[in-house]
């Protein structure tokens, strides 16, 4: 079972790594998430979970662990691709499940998932907090990036 997420902010977009076998990509990519975003106009807020306990987690177990966090629509998983990819492209997932949908459409409007350059969390956790957008925004803005990557709106 893995551990329960607390402390969080609501305004802090949630970080879990379940990959642990690459502490320089790892680094790189809190480097990349403690940058200003927005044209350098805000500071980050993230909470970072870095714990051997969430090691291989999928992004399923991931979300059942953090469904109870009411104020949660989104969470990033730096896994074995953020690792090993050159962006180090987080994937974000919706924190729904297709059981609390009425419908497909409403699944695929508001669930699902997608990768996230670590710069480009902070415009989507911000975006979906503030339900200033549909995650289905941010699987578009992605699909307008040569490599399937979300960036920013």
Known sequence: ??????DREEFSALVIRTDFGDSAAWLAVCQELSR???NGDYEPAVHIIDDPAWAGATADEVIAAV???EDL???FIADWTTMRDNDHAL??????????CQSDEEFEIYG???????IGIHDIHA???IANLDFADVVDAAQSDPAGVFRSF
């Open 112 to 118: 699902g998932s997608v990768r996230a350059a670590p």
């Open 67 to 69: 469904s109870a966090d």
């Open 127 to 129: 975006n979906l907090s």
């Open 36 to 38: 200003p975003w927005g």
């Open 91 to 100: 994937l974000a997932v919706a924190v729904l499940t297709r059981e609390e």
């Open 73 to 75: 629509s989104v969470v």
């Open 1 to 6: 079972m893995l551990p329960s997420v607390t």
